[in-house]
């Protein structure tokens, strides 16, 4: 009989890009990132749908198309706000930010007139929480039991009034601030993984 599912949604911090077994934005999610090791703690099978680069948009995109099992647990790992893509037939239009410069991370024309006319903070974080409300609500309606972290913790901290997800309290990036990093020297290297899915296993049990 197979163990039951653990479904894992975020970016490239869930996907495990530049982790050794992980070294590009289409490389298969890693082995060593913390879907597998808390899917482990769970005593749970792991199905990765993480994505390198992904926005909370994105993220809400693969949940919407997603075959949920009736016994499956999801952990979605919410990302930054100033992410944005646009969705053209299936296919994925990535937008990362707006960098200081241009010479910082060119950008076509096209992508760069998006979000210099049609982002802002504000709507970077209405996009955060309406991606997250809506996760919720789809996934409560199949009854799979859905866990909500996000990377930063200042994302959170001024809820609107309609929202109805429980954030849990972890914020990744201070608790993986002082560990040792990646093979890219910018994301989470194996112990904060390791150190990550232990966290989670903790905030999920005392969630239940």
């Known amino acids: 009989m197979k163990k039951p599912r653990l479904v ?10 530049t982790l050794a077994d992980c070294p590009y934005p289409e490389s298969n999610p890693s082995d060593i990132a913390w879907p597998k090791k808390l899917a482990k703690l769970l005593k749970r099978r792991t199905i990765n749908m993480g994505i390198a680069g992904a926005s909370n948009k994105e993220i809400l995109y693969s ?8 016994d499956d647990i999801a952990v979605i790992l919410w990302t930054y706000t100033n992410r944005d893509c646009i969705i053209l037939d299936d296919e994925i239009s990535i937008m990362q930010g707006l960098p200081a410069t241009k010479t910082y991370m060119p950008l076509p024309k096209d992508k760069w007139y998006h979000i210099k006319r049609a982002h802002s903070d504000y709507d970077g974080q209405h996009q955060m929480w309406t991606c997250m409300n809506y996760a919720k ?8 039991k859905n866990y909500h972290f996000t990377i930063n913790r200042e994302y959170v901290q001024n809820p609107p009034k309609w929202n109805r997800v429980h954030i849990i309290d972890l914020c990744f990036q201070t608790l993986t601030d002082d560990l040792p990093k990646a093979t890219d020297d910018r994301h989470p290297g194996p112990i904060a993984h390791e150190v990550l899915a232990r966290s989670m296993k903790v905030r999920i049990n005392a969630h239940n």
């Open 8 to 17: 894992a949604f975020g970016c490239s911090y869930t996907h495990g890009h």
């Open 63 to 70: 949940i919407q198309r997603c075959d949920f099992l009736h």
């Open 137 to 144: 609500y789809q996934l409560d309606s199949l009854g799979v």
